[in-house]
């Protein structure tokens, strides 16, 4: 039995036209994955990778979906027309183009929201980008039933036809995740990405026209051709909009800011609500931070030495900040600093001086970069934040056995934790999760943060150690150090175990966090988040 429109068959066409549909589909695939990841890259620049972000993202992107599935499934039953397919693939790329360098234009306006942390701007600019993908969105859904549609001619044939449609659209799919977030968003940034993909998909719909010689394929060229100025306009500038800015780019992992205040440098990552390392040009520390306090945690053993460190490792090293405190305290020692993002490490050459010759960067996952690792330390710190959460595989208590074999007899473990003023359950799931693997964990809130700073260590050992040592070395010790052990001291707290042990299997690290933040600014509101200075 065979279709009997003839504006639906094939057949009449050329067997190119006939592979040019299937070329047009694997585009489409490669465009959708384009855009979602795209968007998911414009938005972490403003609000961050939390899993609300990326679950808003995907999640939107499946409903538009679904809407141009049953939209285009309709329109090719009731106008089965080759012209009309390729409109709708022109206009996809038209649309993809133009929404998507709105939504980098709405971002910049929201970045200035979250810096003053405007929550209604905040929250109308999320909800404005996310509506803008809903029509290229679901112009793309429309392409593969659309494609099937067309390219079916006995329906005997549909299950093959529709599988090799389907196998078409997913291979482009498959470019579409791996290229723009490893190549081409790295080398040309998120707008140019979007431009790239969107103008790819314009352009087969475009050369689609003109094959089948659709009456007005030329107003629709020169409405297209009216985005080459929206689209220079658009890539122009910078990302964000900061007075204080002074680089940034984006890499396959982050967006990555450097922002100059007096005469110190500071590290933002995506949102910019915390600064991840910072410089200042005659290496001065103007605050104890959480970097700072680290510097006591081999102090929490009994009668510790001067220099109680012959090396140590850094998991999360980000520009260095803990590595170069820690040199200019116990001087060269050797030191593993392990980075996931090699951009950073490059910013961390080029502006906080992370130029010293015993810290050795490798660059890679902290735990499988660790274990790689034939050696045992005197101390390893854990500072591996992708604000708001802790990578899960870095929480748990299969993670902890890993690093107390690379620690040596009397090593120490230093963890960065976040916590909110009333809302303490991370801390204590980590402290927990901890004490399966260490047998004593010191807890110290560090002063005017959410943060506090977990010391576990291979013997038994008492809080009480730290002032011993302090007033045993008071004298000999390094003015930051001094600093350091003082603040510590008088920031300990009783560490409490909580009810949740992380384990490979089992590490519900994003659902405390996100309850955590939600809880937070339900009570506390905007006003607490601290931003760069925090």
């Known amino acids: 039995m065979s279709v009997t429109n003839s504006t639906s068959k094939l057949s009449e066409s050329s067997l190119a036209s006939r592979r040019y549909i299937y070329f047009t589909v694997f585009i489409a695939g490669m465009s959708t994955l384009a855009v979602e990841f795209t968007t998911s890259r414009m938005l972490q620049t403003v609000y961050g ?143 140019a990405t979007a431009v790239v993909f969107g103008a790819i998909l314009l352009c087969v719909g475009l050369v689609g026209l003109w094959q089948n010689k659709v009456k007005g394929r030329g107003v629709v060229l020169g409405l297209s051709l009216l985005l080459i100025p929206f689209g220079v306009v658009g890539t122009q500038g910078g990302i964000k909009d900061h007075p204080d800015q002074i680089y940034e780019t984006e890499s396959s992992y982050n967006y990555i800011q450097v922002i100059r205040q ?54 999360g090293l980000a520009a260095g900040t803990i590595p170069k405190q820690f040199t200019e305290v116990f001087g060269p020692i050797p030191i593993d600093g392990i980075e996931l993002d090699p951009a950073i490490v490059e910013v961390g050459r080029e502006y906080f001086s992370l130029t010293e010759p015993n810290i050795d960067i490798i660059v890679g996952d902290g735990r499988y970069e660790l274990n790689q690792l034939q050696k045992r330390y005197d101390l390893i710190t854990l500072d591996a934040y992708k604000v708001p959460y802790i990578p899960w595989h870095l929480t748990t208590t299969d993670f902890f056995q890993e690093v107390k074999e690379h620690l040596n007899d009397d090593g120490v473990l230093a963890v960065n934790v976040g916590r909110a003023p009333n809302d303490r359950r991370l ?52 003015p930051l150090l001094l600093r350091s052990m003082t603040e510590v001291d008088q920031g300990l707290v ?23 933040v939600i809880r937070y600014l339900l009570d506390e509101g905007a006003s607490g988040l601290t931003g760069l200075g925090g």
């Open 49 to 191: 990778t939390s899993n609300i972000v990326w679950a808003n993202v995907i999640g939107l992107v499946l409903l538009f979906l679904t809407l141009g599935y049953f939209l285009g499934g309709w329109l090719a039953d009731k106008y089965p027309d080759v012209r009309l397919f390729y409109l709708l693939v022109t206009a996809a790329g038209f649309f993809s183009v133009f929404f998507l360098l709105l939504t980098s234009i709405i971002l910049r306006s929201a970045a200035s929201a979250m810096a003053a942390v405007n929550i209604g701007a905040i929250l109308s600019s999320l909800i404005g980008v996310l509506l803008t993908l809903a029509l290229p969105v679901t112009l793309l859904g429309c392409i593969s039933p659309f494609a099937i549609r067309l390219a079916v001619e006995d329906v005997n044939q549909a299950g093959r036809v529709s599988g090799r449609i389907y196998a078409v659209s997913t291979l482009g799919s498959l470019l579409g995740t791996y290229l723009p977030v490893l190549i081409v968003i790295p080398l040309a940034g998120s707008r």
């Open 494 to 516: 009783s560490s409490v175990a909580g009810d949740v042990v992380f384990t490979d299997q089992r590490a519900p690290v994003e659902i405390i966090v996100d309850t955590l």
């Open 262 to 315: 007096g005469d110190c440098n500071y590290l933002l990552l995506n949102e910019g609500q915390a600064y991840h390392s910072f410089f200042c040009d005659d290496g001065r520390v103007p605050r104890i931070s959480v970097w700072s306090v680290m510097l006591a945690a081999p102090f929490f053993n009994q009668m510790v030495e001067k220099s109680p460190l012959e090396n140590m490792a850094v998991i």
């Open 427 to 478: 801390v204590e799931a980590v402290t927990a999760t901890l004490l399966t693997v260490f047998p004593s964990v010191h807890t110290i809130d560090v002063p005017g943060s959410l943060n506090s700073v977990l010391v576990a260590t291979v013997k038994p050992t008492e809080s009480g150690n730290l002032a011993a040592n302090l007033e045993h070395l008071d004298g000999d010790l390094h």
